[in-house]
């Protein structure tokens, strides 16, 4: 390969007469318009209604933009609460097994007196603690034993003959929890008939 000098031209007037033909030569004068000829584009009178018409409905572009604008933003807004709110949920599930197992042990402590002591002096204070901290995140347990049944709240697994409870709950299973006020699990249950 040759090397080229930077500042031979690519094509040099020799190239040109060898091959006849000439650059072209442009004329600025003939591409651009005089101000007269600029001046006989516009119309000689404007109608006053037909531009009010075209404000009018730039206008109204401009709001319905606006408001799809504004939409999107409290759309976009809600979506990123309702994440945070799905996550939270997920993990206040994951961590239900977990409350009914300290439930369960508490109930165990209780029927021993060795049992209770050192359930008061350690477990149950971090019984306590996590109860807490998960109702400062919005976690609450639902009360149902000896509450009139309703099937929107409790999920009755089995009716037992109790004429003084008759309609109401007599047993609570596994205890229902409210996140948020929304229920993420139901209250499992004996109802009286």
Not at 2 to 12: A, E, L, R, T, W
Not at 42 to 61: A, F, I
Not at 139 to 168: C, H, Q, W
Request: net charge negative; hydrophobic share 35%.
């Amino acid at each position: 390969m040759s090397k080229k000098n930077p500042d031979q031209p690519i094509v040099d007037d020799e190239m040109l007469d060898r091959s006849e033909a000439s650059p072209e030569e442009h004329v600025l004068d003939q591409d651009l318009k005089s101000d007269d000829d600029l001046q006989e584009d516009l119309p000689e009178t404007v109608d006053v209604s037909e531009l009010r018409q075209r404000l009018q409905e730039k206008e109204d572009r401009y709001l319905r933009l606006y408001a799809e604008f504004d939409n999107y933003k409290r759309r976009t807004q809600r979506e990123r609460l309702q994440m945070m709110e799905t996550a939270g949920n997920k993990t206040m599930q994951a961590l239900l097994p977990v409350l009914d197992d300290f439930d369960r042990a508490a109930q165990l402590a209780a029927q021993d007196e060795a049992a209770a002591e050192v359930w008061n002096n350690g477990i149950g204070l971090v019984h306590k603690k996590m109860q807490q901290a998960l109702a400062s995140q919005g976690l609450k347990p639902m009360e149902s034993t000896g509450e009139e049944y309703n099937p929107d709240l409790f999920e009755a697994v089995t009716e037992i003959p109790n004429p003084e409870m008759k309609g109401r709950v007599v047993d609570t299973i596994e205890r229902g929890y409210t996140l948020n006020g929304r229920i993420i699990r139901h209250a499992k249950v004996v109802v009286g008939r």
